[in-house]
Every structure is written in C-alpha cells, then in structure tokens.
C-alpha cells in the first residue's frame, strides 16, 4: 500500500536550517507530482513547495528563496531544504502525493522555530 514517511522536523532557532524527508513506496514515485504542505496551530494547511515529475519547482511566497524541494527517484524520496528559518515557519509539515483515484498524506512531522 502507499506510505508516505516523514523525518527531519525538530526544535531550530531563527535563522537556522532543517531538512525534511518524505520517503515514499507502493506507488510509481518517479512518475508523480509530489507537494511539502504544512499547517500551524489553529491555522488551515497551506502550499509551502511541489515538484513535478520532471523536476520543475514551485514556492508559495513566503518561502520562497528559503526553501528549496528536490527529489531523489532512486531513492523514492522527496526533500524540503528549509534555511533562515523564522518563527512563522512554525507548523507541521506535511507530505503530498496527488496519485489517482485517491491522493495521500504523511503523518507529519512537527518543525519548531523558537529561541
């Protein structure tokens, strides 16, 4: 079945850097679409980055030149490199991958930025 496992979250103080992990199985990897979403407290889910299949990237706003998404198909893992993390980044984040007929999340992973 499709699993998709997040690491990489933790405790950093502003201006520093993380870098999540989302290993993916049960699914062609190499072939889909795959998102980093992240939601903070009491907040709705929101877009942080996709990369498709070929590579190409996008970035909400406020990530943007911070981050940045990549993937690995002989690892079946998708990364989010986050640096001058600020204490808005503050959330859970959350891998995506947009499959048919159904689509599938991660369990999350807590990211905490605080001095």
């Known amino acids: 079945q499709v699993q998709l496992v997040e690491s990489g979250g933790g405790l950093v103080q502003p201006g520093g850097s993380l870098t999540l992990s989302c290993a993916a199985s049960g699914f062609l990897f190499d072939a889909y679409h795959m998102k980093w979403f992240r939601q903070p407290i009491g907040m709705e889910r929101e877009l942080v980055a996709d990369?498709?299949?070929?590579?190409?990237?996008n970035y909400a706003d406020d990530v943007r030149g911070r981050f940045t998404i990549s993937r690995d198909n002989s690892k079946n893992t998708v990364y989010l490199q986050m640096n001058n993390l600020k204490t808005e980044d503050t959330a859970v984040y959350y891998c995506y991958a947009p499959l048919w007929p159904q689509d599938y999340w991660g369990q999350g992973t807590q990211v905490t930025v605080s001095s």
């Open positions: 990369i498709t299949a070929e590579g190409s990237t």
